[in-house]
């Protein structure tokens, strides 16, 4: 059963910072790009970050430049999300998700993506 695993979110004053973790079982991770999506409350899921299947290269959305890092450990099977300098709108549900490598690496359409973890809460407020 091909499974993501999302953790390390929860409570942030703004300015603080957090890191996620995207875990995959029953798949080879390396054999797939993956993106971070984010979705608050009222509004549509959208892209936060993606990365290759090698880390090779990384993508980020205009909103979270030079505050969001995304890695990646092949051997652990594990992509990492270290958020830094966390805002109020950064508030919302995470997931992660995975596409095939012989895909384009990155794409903002949810449904472009498969298969999902089950999201982890960050919520920024003082």
């Known amino acids: 059963q091909l499974q993501l695993v999302e953790s390390g979110g929860g409570l942030v004053q703004p300015g603080g910072s957090l890191r996620l973790s995207c875990t995959a079982s029953?798949?080879?991770?390396?054999?797939?790009?993956i993106g971070w999506f984010r979705q608050a409350p009222g509004k549509e899921r959208e892209g936060v970050s993606c990365i290759s299947s090698s880390g090779s290269r990384t993508n980020y959305a205009d909103s979270v430049k030079g505050r969001f890092a995304i890695s990646r450990d092949n051997d652990k099977n594990t992509v990492y999300l270290q958020m830094n300098n966390l805002k109020p709108e950064d508030t919302g549900i995470y997931y992660c998700?995975?596409?095939?490598?012989?895909?384009?690496?990155?794409?903002?359409?949810?449904?472009?993506?498969?298969?999902w973890g089950q999201g982890t809460q960050v919520t920024v407020s003082s």
């Open positions: 998700a995975a596409r095939g490598n012989w895909r384009s690496y990155c794409s903002s359409t949810p449904s472009d993506y498969a298969p």
């Open positions: 029953g798949f080879a991770l390396a054999d797939y790009h």
